[in-house]
């Protein structure tokens, strides 16, 4: 079946520092690829996806690349700031497998000290 | 436009009860899926409703239902309720379905004593 390996953290970083979270899935076929945040006391909200392999997608200066050769879609940010602190979690959609619905991974709570 | 909203944000509910919890999807949306979110299973699919129609259904026991309405509001239910139940319920919907991007609510959180 569908599954979707990531740091569990917590991971603490320092404001402006560079953020790596890794994300890794098993899929059959073609799924497309999201990040999603969780703010404390919040629902999730996506920050990012892809379609396809090689998509990079990009948000609020977060960004993921779709790698299918390496089955990898890790998060990035070249400056963090405390407002970032959150738990973020990596999902993936099988086009066609619509009977899992969004597979998750456990989320990696970050947490950005001033 | 108002975003997914779910009542009631709390609850507290016994051994052997039942729950019904609510959903209002954003306007325009059609699908509406549910997850449970427990600090050690983390998020898991429920189920999907799109059109008032069970499209998709994760792994649970059939004490997990619900259903959509012609306004695709949904609600789901759980019958005799155990501890295990207590988690965050979240709700999402989107335009299409699994594969689009999905908005999801801030949760209701079910506390089963």
């Known amino acids: 079946g569908n599954s979707v390996t990531q740091m569990e953290g917590p991971v603490t970083l320092s404001e402006e520092a560079f953020l790596t979270i890794n994300c890794t899935y098993t899929?059959?076929?073609?799924?497309?690829l999201f990040w999603y945040v969780q703010y404390p006391g919040e629902g999730l909200q996506l920050l990012l996806k892809a379609t396809k392999a090689d998509d990079k997608g990009s948000n609020k200066g977060f960004e993921a690349t779709y790698r299918k050769e390496t089955t990898s879609f890790h998060l990035e940010k070249g400056s963090v700031q405390v407002s970032d602190s959150a738990v973020y979690f990596c999902?993936?959609?099988?086009?066609?497998?619509?009977?899992?619905?969004?597979?998750f991974g456990k989320g990696t709570h970050l947490i950005i000290q001033p | 436009k108002a975003g997914v909203t779910q009542t009631p944000r709390y609850l507290i509910k016994t051994r052997g009860q039942q729950v019904t919890l609510s959903c209002s999807p954003i306007s325009g949306h059609r699908s509406v899926s549910w997850y449970q979110q427990t600090p050690g299973q983390g998020l898991q699919f429920l189920f999907e409703y799109f059109s008032e129609t069970q499209r998709n259904k994760g792994n649970f026991p059939g004490r997990f239902s619900g259903r959509q309405f012609s306004n695709s509001r949904s609600e789901m239910n759980v019958s005799t309720l155990e501890l295990g139940d207590s988690a965050l319920y979240l709700c999402a919907s989107s335009l299409v379905g699994q594969g689009h991007e999905q908005y999801f609510g801030p949760g209701t959180r079910l506390t089963v004593t």
């Open positions: 999902a993936l959609h099988r086009i066609g497998g619509g009977a899992d619905g969004l597979t």
């Open positions: 899929a059959t076929g073609y799924p497309s």
